[in-house]
């Protein structure tokens, strides 16, 4: 038994912590938290002095019980999880929740997992930092005070099953604000003009009108203007100018780099960028600083000197502007610079790289550029035309990265011929095209998160978590729009002859940006409506200053949280008994031919349209499509919802009939349902098509082989191709040809799926219908019925006894609910004139 238990939160970071420590220190891991607030209560004594009742939930029971063991053991016990404020809160759990001794407990804090970084560790312990734990305890109360109290609010005024949060809440409102200015955005046209010219060497260059003309007759009379004309340089001007490299990464800024170059979303960011901390191949990524070590920046310097030359290298110190950044934290680095590549899985070597990449750019030379403005003028009119020209002398840090941006900019320096004052230019080509006014752009994940930084909202270790929760919740989703064509006009001057074109562009596109939902917005409106003080972003900010002051030790956290809840709690019980329900409802018109009211309104199964009033007792009601929204929709598309379900006719003695439903619009034949093809609108479907869609599913659906008398399907589904028998659903992989699989093929395929699922069945209990089951990533699942439980990996799935498995599933199987409802002769009308969707 070794002497020293070392204790981090993930196994993997054991893993590698292990190689770096003698025979004399075993590594174990908490596997994160091992003890927080209740799940099926508020735990936080509201009515007292606003403790928290921590409580080791029953997946980890197994993991404290081992530990307790180790610790009792050992000499020595050393806390090492991460050097944050989740990671202190970690360390004071484990030394609270195992009853380690002060005299024996050392805490050790390293921002990479190195040798260097470990060994030096252990020689400086420290105490655990308690102000450090008690603004974790703040984030952690306050936010579930807000989320407990708010909740319940919602579920009775909006909908059942709904959450707020105080971050979460204030991330959708600005993507709720965003979509509102688009939809208010009044576009207005002018006309560009840009000219190619050709200069006395031959060499051709654009130049621009700076100032675009407001309508067609201006732009048009322009062009004829020109027709004829001499143009000549009538100002140069050459200046010297530089370009610096952007600092080292913090977490929000490798979360937006990652974005835009490698298209990856902020939890894949995060997830990969643990993986490489973990390997020990850069340092901790949660951070706020764009500091780097002394020996980091020497390390880089030796690097690029090596590479590039000593001209090349400037060691330089960054200053870190966000809110409440923990200047003593490093940047996301590499841990050695060396390593210019690594040899891992694909995700974690493209951002590896992006992260080296950006760590030795930071260290290197500004890029010296050469910026030449030149104006041209002409004998017919007064108007000047311009262009700007970027030549660079010296690459400096350009020679390795570019930091991208956001937004892509029409129009962008280039390499301009040598040109003189006075020159005479030939003109080729001269249009004027007719440009549209951009509304703002919708947010995408890293120009959210840059937002919320810029905002001081959030801290990095919030960023991720909070973007992942209200995609989950159905409170935004990534566009899927790819854009809708746009007519533009363009007059072209051409050999001193004018035309007139009339092009297409591509508008709109919201596809991978944040787009509100309709219960997105009405929660949005009902929170704004009711706390506002919460949605504020000054005060969502001042509470994370709050935060800063409690970790540095000068403010005391239970009065802060008590000050905030006086008013708080006031509010929401004000709200809970006087505010009226909120639906989204939008009155559209009247039915032109009962008179009755239309409108649409969030419904229990989604957003949907009504004929009728509070007051008719036959109502009518139809599912929105997928892409109409409550705000949006109009009356004459909601009629048409309406004309479904449409018959289309008979199709071998069966009735086509194509409706909408809660996942979108389909065919029904017989007991067959077809989808529709994605955003295909039920309305256009004709019987021609409706047979098409139909004929494709039935050959679809055909069985290609019979195997032990059981049809065998195939088909393509979100994971690829693959066959289906006796329930079971075959992956065809890419070593088989799924257009012509043999019959071999298919035995091999179904022999190889019987035996894995023989395999991963680790007990089966037959009388009682449970068995347990090998998952995912090393996970277990206990399955009874319709029933599904994934065990954590801590528990030792084989070890598990009937009654334990048993004890599991009542503890996990939410009780069925026996409150009755009254059925009145209202909701029996209601219920009789439902349409069928």
Known sequence: MANNLVIVESPAKAKTIEKFLGKDYQVESSFGHIADLPSNGLGVDVDGDFSPTYIVSDDKKSVVKKLKTLANKAQTVWLASDEDREGEAIA???????????????????????????????????????????????????????????????????????????????????????????????????????????????KTFKASIPKAFDTREEAEGFLKECVGANFKIADLTTKPAKKSPAAPFTTSTLQQEASRKLGFSVSRTMTVAQRLYEAGIITYMRTDSVNLSDDAKQAAA??????????????????????????????????????????????QNRLYDLIWKRTLASQMSDAQLERTNVKIENNQNDKIFTANGEMIKFEGFLKVYLEGTDTEDEEQDGMLPRLAVGEALENELMTATQRFTKPPYRFTEASLVKQ??????????????????????????????????????????????????????????????????????IVND???????????????????????????????????????????????????????????????????????????RLGKFGPLAQIGGPDDEEKEFASLLKEQNLGTVTLEEVLDLFLLPKNLGDYKGEEAIVSNGRFGPYIKYGSMYVSLDKGEDPMSVDYDRAVELIEAKIKADAPIYHYEELPVQKGVGRFGPYIKWNGMFINVNKKYDFDNLSDQDIVTLIEDKKRKEIEKVVHHWEEEGIRVEKARWGRHNIIKGKTKIELPKTVDAPALSLEEVKDILEKNTPKKATRKKAA???TTARKSTRKKA
């Open 92 to 202: 004071w759990h484990l030394k609270e929740q195992l009853k380690l001794k002060e005299e024996n407990t050392k805490r050790i804090v390293f921002h990479e997992i190195t040798k260097k970084a470990i060994l030096k560790a252990v020689e400086n312990p420290r105490k655990i930092n308690y102000n450090l734990v008690d603004a974790q305890q703040a984030r952690r109360v306050l936010d579930r005070i807000v989320g407990y109290e708010l909740s319940p609010v919602l579920w009775r005024k909006v909908k059942a099953g709904l959450s707020a949060g105080r971050v979460q809440s204030v991330a959708v409102r600005l993507i709720v604000e965003r979509e509102r200015s688009i939809l208010e955005f009044q576009t207005e046209a002018s006309y560009k003009v840009v000219a190619e010219f050709v200069s006395s060497e031959g």
């Open 302 to 347: 030796d690097e690029i000197t090596s590479y590039y030359g000593a001209e090349y290298s400037t060691p330089r110190d960054y200053n870190t502007k966000s809110k409440g950044a923990q200047e003593a934290h490093e940047a996301i680095r590499p841990t050695e610079m060396s390593r210019h590549e690594i040899n891992q899985e694909h995700d």
């Open 452 to 521: 919320l930084e810029e905002l001081g909202i959030g801290r990095p270790s919030t960023y991720a978590p909070t973007i992942s929760t209200v995609l989950r919740r159905g409170y935004v989703e990534k566009g899927t729009v790819e854009g809708t064509e746009r007519e533009y006009e363009q007059f072209v001057l051409a050999n001193n002859k004018l035309t007139t074109k009339t092009l297409t562009e591509k508008v709109g596109s919201d596809k991978g940006k944040l787009v509100p939902t309709d219960i997105g917005n």
């Open 526 to 600: 009902f929170l704004v409506a009711h706390f506002d003080k919460i949605l504020d972003f000054g005060f969502t900010a001042k509470v994370e200053e709050h935060f800063d002051e409690i970790a540095r030790g000068n403010e005391d956290w239970i009065k802060m949280i008590k000050d905030f809840y006086k008013g708080f709690h006031t509010d929401v019980k004000d709200v809970a008994e006087n505010a009226e329900r909120e639906s989204g409802e939008r009155i559209l018109g009247t039915h032109p031919k009962s008179g009755k009211t239309v409108l649409v």
């Open 824 to 826: 009145t002769k209202k």
